[in-house]
């Protein structure tokens, strides 16, 4: 199946500085990419919708200031937090939706913001 | 909209016992996709088992089934001969889809149940 390849794993960053997530399509073409946030023992709440060549659609609440998505190539999508925050430690994920077999998760990267 | 609900937040079975997993969800579509992920301690998510809802036919993948009864709106998942691999979050997840499969919505999850696997 498809591989989603996501870095970094873990950061820690100061609170006031931007860090950028990548996930990379390794096997095949991803016009679209899924960004979660996920909290601990929590769901996975989705964030935003990247598309490849258009503006990232965004889910209500979420602030796209703050959370820049990119999705340049078919096989590279990036999310930005910008000026970060403690609140904004948490566990992000991308994922890419395979037909109608699912989804393929990246391995997910932790945030902290001290 | 779709929701999914999950009501045990935490579920605990001896090694090489069975256990059952709930989830209910409500929607209005006819077309979707149900699915149960795992995500264990390393946190990657991982797909345990997919059901098209237009098929009666109950999906298993080796230990894992699941009891699909589409009027009632539940999917639940039995884990047979539980093994300690098996301790994860367990996620039930929902996905709409067109008539013709062309065209899918977005995954909806239930809230997770932990799930524990005592030696």
């Known amino acids: 199946g498809a591989v989603v390849s996501q870095h970094p794993s873990r950061v820690i960053c100061k609170s006031g500085t931007s860090v950028k997530i990548e996930c990379r399509s390794l096997?095949?073409?991803?016009?679209?990419m899924f960004w979660y946030r996920q909290f601990p023992k929590q769901s996975l709440m989705l964030m935003a919708t990247?598309?490849?060549?258009?503006?990232?659609?965004?889910e209500q609440g979420v602030e796209k200031d703050k959370f820049l998505i990119n999705h340049a190539s078919l096989t590279l999508s990036t999310l930005t937090v910008t000026s970060a925050h403690p609140e904004d430690s948490s566990f992000y994920i991308c994922?890419?939706?395979?037909?109608?077999?699912?989804?393929?998760f990246g391995s997910g990267t932790r945030l902290t913001v001290v | 909209a779709q929701t999914v609900t999950q009501s045990q937040p935490e579920m605990s079975v001896q090694e090489a016992e069975t256990v059952t997993l709930s989830c209910t969800y409500d929607?209005?579509?006819?077309?979707?996709?149900l699915f149960w992920y795992k995500q264990p301690p390393s946190r990657q998510m991982i797909l345990v088992i997919r059901?098209?809802?237009?098929?009666?036919q109950n999906a298993t993948e080796n230990r894992f089934s699941v009891n699909f009864q589409k009027a009632a709106k539940s999917f639940s998942l039995k884990i047979s001969d539980s093994q300690l691999g098996d301790t994860a979050m367990y996620f039930c997840?929902?996905?709409?889809?067109?008539?013709?499969?062309?065209?899918?919505?977005?995954?909806?999850f239930g809230q997770g149940t932990i799930l524990t696997v005592h030696p």
């Open positions: 990247s598309n490849e060549g258009s503006k990232a659609t965004y």
């Open positions: 096997d095949f073409q991803a016009t679209t």
């Open positions: 994922s890419h939706r395979e037909s109608n077999y699912g989804y393929t």
């Open positions: 059901q098209e809802a237009y098929k009666q």
């Open positions: 997840a929902f996905m709409t889809a067109n008539a013709g499969g062309t065209s899918y919505g977005k995954l909806t």
């Open positions: 929607t209005s579509e006819n077309n979707y996709y």
